[in-house]
């Protein structure tokens, strides 16, 4: 009897290695993100030729409201997925939503303009054309849903939308290691970031939600 209430004690306590796997996972990616946005992201704040380069300081006031609704974007989106957070503060979750899709379609629009005035060639710039309407696409879709009081739909548009916010971590940190890698030249790295850093993690995000609805499907 001794022994049995033992083992289950030490069953009880067992660690939970899924979630001490994601932990690891999560925290990975929140350094890497932290990285770029600071690397990448609030270097811009210094408000100079040196740092736009003659490529973006004639259009430089557009790619700063487009890097600090991104920047806005990518530090609200963690914040909507913690169920203890929406739970204790409804309101501030609504308001952070609000605020995450505003500056979703700021940073869309104004990236409308950087595309049309960028100098890489159509395939370029139909690649962050499409991630731009997508990006908007999803995170309308996100909004329609909730309003529509469809909280299981909600939270899978949000989850394609975020995927799309980090897109351009996934530029950067790919293009960096093709780079170093001296992997194909300058103008055709970018063309293959402008499209596989957002279709990329878009399809395989598709294919676990799927996956998800047709596990639950089967129960």
Request: aromatic share 16%.
């Amino acid at each position: 009897m001794k022994s049995k209430t033992l083992s289950n004690e030490r069953i009880g306590q067992a660690p939970n290695y899924n979630k001490i796997a994601w932990g690891i996972v999560l925290g990975m990616a929140s350094l890497l993100i932290l990285y770029y946005l600071w690397t990448r992201g609030f270097v811009y704040f210094k408000y100079s030729k040196e740092v736009y380069t003659d490529y973006f300081w004639y259009r430089a006031p557009w790619l700063l409201v487009h890097v600090i609704c991104g920047i806005v974007a990518t530090l609200i989106g963690p914040f909507q997925f913690i169920a203890r957070f929406r739970t204790r503060y409804p309101q501030l979750h609504r308001n952070m939503g609000k605020t995450y899709l505003g500056a979703i379609v700021i940073s869309t629009f104004v990236s409308f303009y950087l595309v049309s005035t960028a100098q890489l060639g159509v395939a370029y710039a139909t690649g962050l054309a499409m991630l731009g309407i997508v990006w908007l696409g999803t995170s309308l879709m996100a909004w329609a849903s909730i309003v529509k009081g469809n909280v299981r739909m909600h939270r899978e548009w949000m989850i394609k939308s975020y995927v799309l916010t980090l897109s351009f971590i996934g530029f950067r940190s790919v293009e960096d290691l093709l780079t170093k890698m001296n992997i194909s030249n300058f103008v055709d790295r970018k063309i293959l970031m402008a499209w596989a850093c957002w279709a990329i993690p878009f399809f395989i995000t598709e294919l676990i939600l799927q996956a998800r609805r047709i596990s639950i499907a089967q129960k």
